[in-house]
C-alpha cells in the first residue's frame, strides 16, 4: 500500500519541534509569503531548473551557488533507502529532496553548514527537514540527540526525530535581516554530534517580500 509522498515533504500536517527564535528582533516579524525552497542534493551534470515539492517551485544551493546565494560545508549524500511512498504533485522531485541530504562528514571532521544570503530589511521564517537514512519501514534506528545552530547561537530544544518517521520538520525559525544590504543566514547542522552524519534534506523559506525568489533555468 502506497502512502502519499505530501505527507512527507513539505506538509503542514509533518509534526514540528515548537517555534524558534534566530534573533531578538521578532516584534514586526510578518514572514508570510514563500520566498525560496532548497533540495540540499548533491552536485549533478543536468542544467538548472525549478523543482516542483509539494506545488512549490524549488532550486538546488548548487544551482544558485554562482549567484552566491547559497554554500555549504560539510558532505552531501545520496541515500540508498527505497522510499515506499507514491509520487505526488512533484513526482521525482520530491523523492529526490527527500533521499538527498547534507550531513556532517565524519571521516573528515567537517561538520554540516548552511549558509543562504537574503536581502534586507526583510523578515524571514523558515522550516528544516530532515530525513532518518536508517529507516526501513519495519526496524527504525532513532536519530542521536543533537541540536540546531542559527548564526553561532543555539536553538533550543536539543531534538531528536522520533523513531516512528522517516521525515520531520523543524520549526518554525525565525530572522530578521535589519541591514539595507544582504546578510548571510547560517544555520550549522547537527554540528555538536560531528561522528554521525545525520541528514538535513531541505530548507523552506518565507519572507515578508511579496515575490519569491527568481529561480535560475
Known amino acids: 500500500m502506497c502512502l502519499q509522498i505530501s505527507l512527507i515533504v513539505f506538509n503542514l500536517s509533518l509534526p514540528e519541534v515548537g517555534s524558534y527564535f534566530a534573533s531578538t528582533y521578532l516584534l514586526d516579524n510578518n514572514a508570510n509569503n514563500f520566498y525560496l525552497g532548497i533540495d540540499l542534493a548533491p552536485s549533478d551534470s543536468n542544467a538548472p531548473r525549478k523543482l516542483s515539492v509539494n506545488g512549490k517551485d524549488c532550486t538546488r544551493c548548487d544551482w544558485i551557488q554562482s549567484l552566491n546565494k547559497c554554500t555549504t560545508s560539510g558532505m552531501f549524500s545520496l541515500s540508498s533507502v527505497d522510499i515506499p511512498f507514491g509520487t505526488g504533485s ?7 529532496m527527500i533521499k538527498t541530504y547534507l550531513g556532517n562528514d565524519v571521516t ?31 526496524i527504525i534506528s532513532p536519530i542521536p540527540l ?28 525565525y530572522w530578521n535581516n535589519i541591514n539595507s544590504n544582504e546578510q548571510v543566514l547560517s544555520i550549522g547542522w547537527a554540528n555538536d554530534n ?6 538535513l534534506s531541505g530548507i523552506e523559506i518565507y519572507s515578508s517580500i511579496q515575490t519569491p525568489f527568481s529561480i535560475p533555468f
Open 90 to 96: 512533484g513526482g521525482q522531485d520530491e523523492i529526490s
Open 194 to 199: 560531528i561522528k554521525y552524519s545525520i541528514p
Open 108 to 138: 573528515n571532521g567537517i561538520p554540516s553548514t548552511l549558509n543562504i544570503s537574503l536581502a534586507g530589511p526583510h523578515s524571514y521564517k523558515f522550516y528544516l527537514y530532515s530525513f532518518n537514512s536508517d529507516w526501513t519501514g519495519s
Open 146 to 173: 543533537f541540536s540546531i545552530k542559527i548564526n553561532g547561537k543555539y536553538q533550543e530544544p536539543i531534538t531528536r526525530a522520533p523513531t516512528y518517521l522517516q521525515s520531520k520538520r523543524y520549526g518554525p525559525f
